[in-house]
T-cell receptor, first 111, second 112 residues
Framework: DQQVKQNSPSLSVQEGRISILNCDYT??????FLWYKKYPAEGPTFLIS?????DKNEDGRFTVFLNKSAKHLSLHIVPSQPGDSAVYFC??????????FGQGTRLTINP | DADVTQTPRNRITKTGKRIMLECSQT?????MYWYRQDPGLGLRLIYY???????NKGEISDGYSVSRQAQAKFSLSLESAIPNQTALYFC???????????FGQGTRLTVV
């Protein structure tokens, strides 16, 4: 049972435009959400997180939006840069429980 | 030096062999995880441990076992490796609730 789903395996965006990566979840007990970025041959690295008491969190070019009623979160990258090309994973946890990850979305930024 | 170190980084082994993947951390975190990454399936949880005396199965624990030798060390064993265990394996640590996890660089395991 996939509790965290990223339904788009890949996304291609032109440099300078906005990249929007989406994530859906099924467990209403999730109260903390994270986005990770992964380059080939490296481990995932943390990008940004959001608590369920918020609906938006911003860090530089990265903004995460949380819609609890829709059980949906998204990551916006503005403006997109070539170095943003990577696989992005969303993750979630419920209280003191384990971290659960989605399938990942491969983002390609085209010059 | 990396905060979360996995050894080996690459390994090729034969079907039926026992193999151990090791993870050590210098972050002082209580929580440690083992995930495997397969194309299109994301990061799937194999086992996790919230302290030295705590071991929990994840969603795909069959065929695997773990040992938490100390706060800093968490090993993953494949008792009898099979080809569909060919994957990229990641160890991660976490300090507690509502915090980010830190990942090692991964172990690429190939079972032939």
């Amino acid at each position: 049972d996939q509790q965290v789903k990223q339904n788009s395996p890949s996304l291609s965006v032109q440099e300078g435009r906005i990249s929007i990566l989406n994530c859906d979840y099924t467990n209403s007990m999730f109260d903390y959400f994270l986005w990770y970025k992964k380059y080939p041959a490296e481990g995932p690295t943390f990008l940004i997180s959001i608590s369920s008491i918020k609906d938006k969190n911003e860090d530089g070019r990265f903004t995460v939006f949380l819609n609890k009623s829709a059980k949906h979160l998204s990551l916006h990258i503005v403006p997109s840069q070539p170095g943003d090309s990577a696989v992005y994973f969303c993750a979630a946890s419920a209280g003191a429980q384990k971290l659960v990850f989605g399938q990942g979305t491969r983002l390609t930024i085209n010059p | 030096d990396a905060d979360v170190t996995q050894t080996p980084r690459n390994r090729i082994t034969k079907t039926g062999k026992r193999i151990m993947l090791e993870c050590s951390q210098t972050k002082g975190h209580d929580r440690m995880y083992w995930y495997r990454q397969d194309p299109g399936l994301g990061l799937r949880l194999i086992y996790y441990s919230f302290d030295v005396k705590d071991i929990n199965k994840g969603e795909i624990s069959d065929g695997y076992s773990v040992s938490r030798q100390a706060q800093a060390k968490f090993s993953l064993s494949l008792e009898s490796a099979i080809p569909n265990q060919t994957a990229l394996y990641f160890c991660a640590t976490q300090t507690g609730d509502h915090t980010e996890a830190f990942f090692g660089q991964g172990t690429r395991l190939t079972v032939v």
